[in-house]
T-cell receptor, first 115, second 113 residues
Framework: AQTVTQSQPEMSVQEAETVTLSCTYDTSENNYYLFWYKQPPSRQMILVIRQEAYKQQNATENRFSVNFQKAAKSFSLKISDSQLGDTAMYFCAFMKHRSGQNFVFGPGTRLSVLP | DSGVTQTPKHLITATGQRVTLRCSPRSGDLSVYWYQQSLDQGLQFLIQYYNGEERAKGNILERFSAQQFPDLHSELNLSSLELGDSALYFC????????????FGPGTRLLVL
């Protein structure tokens, strides 16, 4: 079974600075997808970024980028120019290829952006 | 706005009761997933439907059931409710049953007293 670990329960960052959230996962699969979801105080789950394991190039989405290290099974999220609206719980998630029901979430990292 | 809608937003009920949560997927999405998010257990997959048929079951209790209707909306039925069923219930949808990204609805917050 796949597992996802987020070793930082809480983090804080000053507005406009950069922060990196860590995620590691355990799987024997070769084809899979990795995601970062954001859950602000409204509790809505919002997709931040997605990475296909077969792609070596790291995914980017505006101020959000990932560092995907397949061999190390590491998938960190970097937030640049942090904004107050980035304050949220961030979940790392794993999905085996062609297996939407096997969507495994990490325990989350609570990020606070400070003014 | 993800395009996935869920009703009601909040639900307060008593132990032993039965409730129904409703989800409408994004236009064009055939697959619906239900998740439970409680404080102590994170986000747990409950069940998946694809084009009206059950596709996969996760950690869903026997007291819970779901269905997906011809118009693709889905309902999650929770019966004989217990205090521990209090949680946030999310519905998500994707285009097919495979690896496409899942888009989440706003959730239904259930409180069992």
């Amino acid at each position: 079974a796949q597992t996802v670990t987020q070793s930082q329960p809480e983090m804080s960052v000053q507005e406009a600075e950069t922060v990196t959230l860590s995620c590691t996962y355990d799987t024997s699969e070769n084809n899979y997808y990795l995601f970062w979801y954001k859950q602000p105080p409204s509790r809505q789950m919002i997709l931040v970024i997605r990475q296909e394991a077969y792609k070596q190039q790291n995914a980017t989405e505006n101020r959000f980028s990932v560092n995907f290290q397949k061999a190390a099974k590491s998938f960190s999220l970097k937030i640049s120019d942090s904004q107050l609206g980035d304050t949220a719980m961030y979940f790392c998630a794993f999905m085996k290829h062609r297996s939407g029901q096997n969507f495994v979430f990490g325990p989350g990292t609570r990020l606070s952006v400070l003014p | 706005d993800s395009g996935v809608t869920q009703t009601p937003k909040h639900l307060i009920t008593a132990t032993g009761q039965r409730v129904t949560l409703r989800c409408s997927p994004r236009s064009g999405d055939l697959s619906v997933y239900w998740y439970q998010q409680s404080l102590d257990q994170g986000l747990q997959f409950l069940i998946q439907y694809y084009n009206g048929e059950e596709r996969a079951k996760g950690n869903i209790l026997e007291r819970f059931s779901a269905q997906q209707f011809p118009d693709l909306h889905s309902e999650l039925n929770l019966s004989s409710l217990e205090l521990g069923d209090s949680a946030l219930y999310f519905c998500a949808s994707s285009v097919t049953s495979g690896s496409e990204t899942q888009y989440f609805g706003p959730g239904t917050r259930l409180l069992v007293l």
